[in-house]
């Protein structure tokens, strides 16, 4: 019982949560939530028990929710770079020094990426806002 309580919970949280870059604690914090109950079904702990944080990453090894989210874009990122991800999202990555107009920048020298040119032909509206210029700025790059 336990374990497909980790399952069915941790993979319903990761499911699509790479829309999740950038959203609002109030938007993870539900998630969040429904992790620490999966949590303590999985170790037996009652709902007040006090160190449910530290038995989340110690004994399980389970990310928070705002980290799962970075982590799995970070993920997907290294799969572009690599040619290891799907032609579509790998053709949004692609390094500053392979762009003619940016290589004598600074950042040409590093392994930063660069956003995709995005024309008005190719914006639809959506029910989230999350570009790939705040992706590459979450990720450090």
């Known amino acids: 019982m336990k374990t497909l309580v980790h399952v069915f919970v941790t993979s319903g949280v990761d499911y699509g949560n790479i829309i999740l870059v ?13 992790l620490n ?3 303590r079904i999985v170790t037996d702990a009652r709902k007040y028990d ?3 944080s530290h038995l989340l990453h110690t004994a399980l090894h389970w990310l928070d929710v705002p980290e799962r989210v970075l982590y799995k874009l970070a993920m997907m990122v290294h799969r572009c770079l690599q040619d290891k991800a799907p032609q579509y999202l790998s053709n949004y990555c692609v390094p500053v020094s392979e762009v003619a107009s940016r290589q004598q920048l600074r950042s040409a020298s590093s392994s930063a990426s660069t956003d995709p040119t995005i024309s008005s032909q190719n914006i639809r509206p959506s029910g989230f806002c999350c570009g790939w210029p705040d992706v590459l700025e979450l990720t450090g790059r």
């Open 37 to 39: 109950a999966a949590a």
């Open 22 to 34: 950038g959203a609002p604690k109030s938007v993870t914090n539900k998630l969040q939530r429904a």
């Open 50 to 52: 006090q160190g449910l």
